[in-house]
């Protein structure tokens, strides 16, 4: 386990979501549930940016390692330093909330089909 590579982290938990997949659009590697974005790491994978809430975003900009996300912190998305101690740690939980977010924003008939498909 000590060679996964932060992206070997990250992959795993975001496919790990039901009806996940990965796609490579602008020399990033994105995760997306039915065609909605919810984690973005870049190519060498130091740092990743996800959704969160407008209650929760400025609490964890408190942390140094956690930034508001170019182009898209007016949305709600924060981008985490994965070189700084600990970070990646934090990252299941936040790519967590972030897939939440993103799937109650979905028509129900896909929400519904993605509750089947996890169980």
Same mark, same amino acid.
């Given at each position: ?13 975001? *496919? ?5 997949v990965?796609?490579?659009p ?53 981008? *985490? ?6 970070? *990646? ?24 089909? *993605?509750s089947?498909?996890?169980?």
């Amino acid at each position: 386990m000590a060679d996964r590579t932060r992206i070997d982290v990250i992959r795993e938990a975001c *496919l790990a979501k039901a009806g996940a997949v990965e796609d490579h659009p602008w020399d990033h590697v994105v995760f997306k549930v039915v065609g909605k974005i919810f984690a973005i790491t870049d190519t060498e994978s130091e740092r990743v940016t996800v959704k969160t809430t407008p209650e929760k975003k400025p609490i964890l900009e408190q942390d140094p390692a956690i930034s508001s996300a170019p182009y898209l912190g007016s949305k709600g998305w924060v981008m *985490l330093d994965l070189t700084q101690d600990g970070v *990646l740690d934090i990252f299941p939980d936040l790519m967590e909330e972030s897939y939440a977010l993103i799937v109650q924003k979905l028509p129900k008939k896909a929400q519904k089909e *993605l509750s089947e498909w996890s169980r």
